[in-house]
């Protein structure tokens, strides 16, 4: 079993940037891959970025990819999201996400994360 805590959502206006957190407890933090998802308005979920159980591994959806920055401290039990240079169509809730399947240090497929946290919101005002 792994629970997920996010933070660090909030209001910010275009162009601005926020860091997203999510804690993890129950099993070692070091032994799954994570990720990100979002949901926006009227929309479905959908991937933002994952990361290797090392942090070694990352992967982008194409729509953050060089303003987004995913990482994880294992001492600290926490991954991160870094959002720079945000638009208002980053506006969605944030999801982190865990698989505790093994595919060796990569980050999982998309459809493999089977723990979630509650989200939190971000909003990017134009």
């Known amino acids: 079993q792994v629970q997920l805590v996010e933070s660090g959502g909030g209001l910010v206006q275009a162009g601005g940037s926020l860091r997203l957190s999510c804690a993890a407890s129950g099993r070692t933090f070091s032994s799954y891959g994570m990720g990100w998802f979002r949901q926006g308005p009227g929309k479905e979920r959908e991937f933002v970025a994952g990361i290797s159980w090392s942090g070694g591994r990352t992967s982008y959806a194409t729509s953050v990819k060089g303003r987004f920055t995913i990482s994880r401290d294992n001492p600290k039990n926490t991954m991160y999201l870094q959002m720079n240079n945000l638009k208002p169509e980053d506006t969605a809730v944030y999801f982190c996400?865990?698989?505790?399947?093994?595919?060796?240090?990569?980050?999982?497929?998309?459809?493999?994360?089977?723990?979630w946290g509650q989200g939190t919101q971000v909003t990017v005002s134009s």
């Open positions: 996400a865990a698989s505790t399947r093994y595919y060796g240090d990569f980050v999982p497929p998309r459809d493999a994360y089977e723990y």
